[in-house]
């Protein structure tokens, strides 16, 4: 019961981490969902979907680059084929937007993978360099809204929305490496439950609202899953929740490596702030979609025959060895 109510806590700070990249950075502005009770249940959503993405990097041994895009490439379509029906209105584009570009890319790649490896090595300033970066995306993507969705948010409260985010940010961080555990392991029962919670919502909600799901879905998972299973067979290297992921018993996160963190808040702010003094309608978001989509797609391709081929190359070379 001790281990499962650490993995459940875990999956609830990680699905904060989640909903911060996911949701409000991407709606850069205090909506409701910032607010009680939608802040709750937007939560809860994104915790169960943190404990499916978790389940899926230890049970497929997502150690590698490629692994984890491809278990991100799974929580995005989650989140964008399942929950909501966004995969399928822009099709083919929509395979990539958001489900890759955004929640893969920027959310699991950058937000849980990057940064928590930054702080497992204790490199303050390349983590302030990445955070930096971070937060010229967000402040930059911020000013689309300007154009797409007016009127502007004015500075004030946009400056206080991301910095009030992002403490709850950091302090997720700094949860998830206190919430230390020799290795995630969910018991039998409760992968068999997640799974039929995704089938039932599926075939309930999600394909009576968009019939098309039932076409476009189960095929981009298939062949994930397939990818991921062979993955799975030829992993050696160390579980990755161990060294890297939220649990790291040899790296302990202190307070001080969380503190670049903040540079997000303060160069967004800044960005904003300059561009709203300006008068700036900047149409930014295409310009980041004009990158993001495509490196979704192209990590996608990559990431499947990276794994297919290291397979390939590692039965080549046994056979070679005998």
């Not at 990539?96 to 959310?107: D, E, N, Q, R, Y």
Request: hydrophobic share 60%.
């Amino acid at each position: 019961m001790r281990a499962l109510l650490r993995r459940l806590c875990l999956a609830v700070v990680t699905g904060y981490i989640f909903v911060y990249y996911s949701e409000y950075m991407f709606w850069a502005r205090p909506l409701d969902n910032v607010r009680l009770p939608d802040a709750f249940w937007l939560l809860l959503t994104y915790s169960f979907a943190a404990y499916v993405f978790l389940t899926l990097v230890v049970t497929m041994r997502a150690r590698s680059f490629t692994a984890i895009f491809l278990v991100g490439a799974l929580f995005g379509w989650l989140v964008e084929g399942v929950f909501v029906q966004t995969l399928y209105s822009l099709l083919p584009f929509s395979i990539s937007l958001t489900g890759l570009s955004w929640h893969a890319l920027i959310t699991i790649l950058v937000g849980w993978y990057a940064m928590q490896w930054l702080f497992r090595v204790g490199s303050w300033w390349r983590t302030l360099i990445v955070a930096a970066g971070i937060g010229a995306v967000y402040g930059l993507w911020a000013i689309w809204w300007w154009v797409d969705a007016p009127p502007a948010t004015p500075f004030s409260d946009f400056a206080m929305y991301v910095f009030a985010t992002t403490t709850l940010l950091a302090c997720a961080y700094l949860l998830a490496s206190r919430l230390s555990m020799r290795r995630f392991a969910p018991t039998r029962i409760e992968i068999i439950g997640a799974l039929l919670l995704v089938v039932v919502y599926f075939s309930l909600v999600t394909v009576p609202l968009q019939p098309l799901a039932l076409i476009i879905l189960p095929p981009l998972v298939l062949v994930v899953i397939l990818t991921l299973l062979r993955n799975r067979r030829n992993e050696t290297r160390e579980d990755i929740m161990k060294t890297l992921g939220p649990i790291a018993l040899s790296h302990p996160v202190r307070l001080r490596d969380i503190l670049p963190v903040f540079a997000i808040p303060l160069v967004a702010s800044a960005i904003y702030g300059i561009a709203q003094a300006a008068h700036l309608l900047v149409p930014t978001g295409p310009v980041i979609y004009a990158v993001t989509i495509p490196a979704g797609f192209v990590l996608l391709i990559v990431s499947i025959v990276t794994i297919w081929r290291t397979k390939a190359e590692a039965g080549m070379a046994s056979a070679k060895a005998l």
